[in-house]
C-alpha cells in the first residue's frame, strides 16, 4: 500500500508544511506514505509522469488558491490513466462549497474538510486495513471518519462532521532530514488560528486560537539555529497576539543565536509594547524579520473588512523599529478591498511608503472561499477574473 502526498509549491524555494505535518502525524503508516513536491512551474505532463511513475494506490493533493487549477486538471488526467485509485484533496481551497467541488470534479474521491491531520491519519488507517482484509466493517467505513466530504455510491452528499480543533503540541516535529530543504524556506507554527476577524481572510472564521507547547518550540527551534538553517519562517497569523508566548521565543532566539538563522514573523504592529520594542531594538541585526500587514490606511475600508488596527500606533511602532536599524521590515498593502478606489488605494500607498520599510508588498485582493468576503462577494459587486478574483466595489 503506497499513499502519495503531493504539493505544487509556488516556487522551488518553498516547501509545503501541511504535507510533512500529515506524514509526521500519521507516524504508524509511515513507510506507507511518499511525499511529492512539484511547482507551478512545472508542466502538468511532468507532474502527472512523476505521480504515475510513483504508483501510488491512493493518491492526495494539498490544494491553495495558487494551484487549484495546475491540481485539478493534473488528477483528472490521472484518473483518466488509472481510474482506480481513489484521489483525495486538502487544503483551504477545497474546504468550502465541498458539494458543489465534488459534483463539478467527479474525479475527486473525498475532500478532506479543514485541519488535515487527524483525518488523514484515520485515512491512512481506513485504506491499510481494506487492504488487509476481504470486505469492509461498517463501523470502518469513512463514514466514521470525521472531516470527511464525498458522494456515496447513490450520489448522496456526505459530510461526516467536523472535527475538533487539534492540539498544536500533539504534532510530531516534522523535519527530519534536512538535506530535503537544502536552499529552501523553513515553515514553522508555533499557534493556529487569529484572535481577529477580517473579512478577507480565512483565519477569521477559525474557532479557536491554540499555542504549541512552548518546551517543544523552544527545543524545536534549537534544532533549526544547530542546523544553521539560513530562515525558519513563523505561520502564526498574528505572532504577537500573545505577549508572554512571543517574549519567551524572541528571548530564547536571541540567547541561542549563532549569527546565521534569520526568523521572520508576521506580527500586528499595533499590538506591540513598549517593552517588546525596546527588546527588537537590542537584537543582533538581521536575526529577526517583521512583516506588517496594514492592507489599507482607508478609514471606511478598515472598518467595512472588519480591521481592528490602530494606525496612528502601527506608524509610530514602524518607525521606532527603523531607527535602530537592525530588523527588515516588511508591510504588506491589498489592492481591491472594499470601497477602495484609486485615489484612496494612492494614498494609502504614499501613507506607508513615507515611512520607508525595507520592503513594500502590494497585492491583489484574493477573494477566498470560506471568507467573509467570498460569502458576501455579490453584494460589493465582485467579479471574477482569469486568473483570481478581484474586489471589485470601485475597483483599484
Known amino acids: 500500500m503506497k499513499l502519495l502526498l503531493t504539493a505544487v509549491n509556488a516556487k522551488y524555494i518553498h516547501s509545503n508544511l501541511a504535507v510533512y505535518s500529515l506524514r509526521a502525524y ?34 492526495c493533493f494539498s490544494c491553495y488558491i495558487w494551484n487549484l487549477d495546475l491540481v485539478l486538471s493534473v488528477a483528472e488526467e490521472f484518473h483518466k490513466l488509472c481510474p482506480e485509485v481513489p484521489i483525495w484533496m486538502g487544503g483551504p481551497e477545497v474546504s468550502y462549497e465541498t ?6 470534479h467527479p474525479f475527486v474521491t473525498g475532500v478532506m474538510v479543514g485541519e488535515g491531520e487527524q483525518s488523514f491519519s484515520e485515512l491512512c488507517e481506513y485504506y491499510v486495513n481494506e487492504e488487509r482484509r476481504d ?12 472531516g470527511l466530504a464525498f458522494l456515496d455510491e447513490d450520489g ?48 477569521s472564521i477559525e474557532k479557536k486560537l491554540r499555542f504549541r507547547d512552548i518546551e517543544l518550540v523552544k527545543r ?34 536571541r540567547e541561542h543565536d549563532r549569527g546565521i538563522t534569520n526568523f521572520h514573523f508576521e506580527i500586528a504592529a499595533d499590538l506591540l ?8 531594538s537590542g537584537l543582533r541585526p538581521g536575526l529577526i524579520q517583521l512583516e506588517i500587514g496594514v492592507q ?47 485615489e484612496t488605494f494612492q494614498k494609502s500607498f504614499d501613507e506607508i511608503y ?18 467573509f468576503l467570498f460569502e458576501h462577494a455579490k453584494e460589493y459587486g465582485t467579479r471574477e477574473g482569469v486568473w483570481v478574483r478581484l474586489g471589485q466595489p470601485s475597483a483599484v
Open 220 to 253: 524545536e527551534l534549537a534544532f533549526f539555529i544547530e542546523k544553521e538553517v539560513p530562515q525558519v519562517k513563523f505561520v502564526d497569523r498574528t505572532f504577537n497576539c500573545d505577549h508572554k508566548h512571543a517574549m519567551e521565543i524572541w528571548k530564547f532566539i
Open 156 to 203: 448522496h452528499m456526505v459530510f461526516t462532521g467536523e472535527r475538533e480543533p487539534i492540539d498544536m503540541s500533539t504534532i510530531p516535529f516534522c523535519y527530519e532530514n534536512m538535506e530535503d530543504f537544502k536552499n529552501r524556506i523553513i515553515y514553522y507554527e508555533s499557534s493556529r488560528g487569529c484572535p481577529f476577524r477580517c473579512s478577507y481572510c480565512l483565519s
Open 99 to 104: 458539494e458543489a467541488f465534488l459534483r463539478e
Open 26 to 59: 500519521a507516524k504508524e503508516y509511515r513507510s506507507q506514505i511518499e511525499l511529492a513536491e512539484y511547482t507551478i512551474n512545472h508542466r502538468q505532463e511532468y507532474i502527472l509522469s512523476g505521480i504515475y511513475k510513483s504508483r501510488p494506490d491512493i493518491l
Open 296 to 342: 489599507t490606511t482607508h478609514p471606511e475600508t478598515i472598518t467595512e473588512i472588519h480591521r481592528k488596527m490602530d494606525l496612528t500606533r502601527v506608524k509610530q511602532v514602524v518607525r521606532e523599529i527603523k531607527k535602530n536599524k537592525n530588523v527588515h521590515q516588511h508591510l504588506d498593502l491589498i489592492a481591491g478591498l472594499p470601497y477602495e478606489d484609486y
Open 354 to 371: 513615507a515611512l520607508k520599510p525595507e520592503q513594500l508588498q502590494l497585492g491583489f485582493l484574493k477573494v477566498l472561499k470560506g471568507s
Open 273 to 280: 509594547t513598549d517593552e517588546e520594542i525596546a527588546f527588537i
Open 135 to 146: 470486505g469492509i466493517k461498517a463501523e470502518e467505513r469513512p463514514e466514521t471518519i470525521k
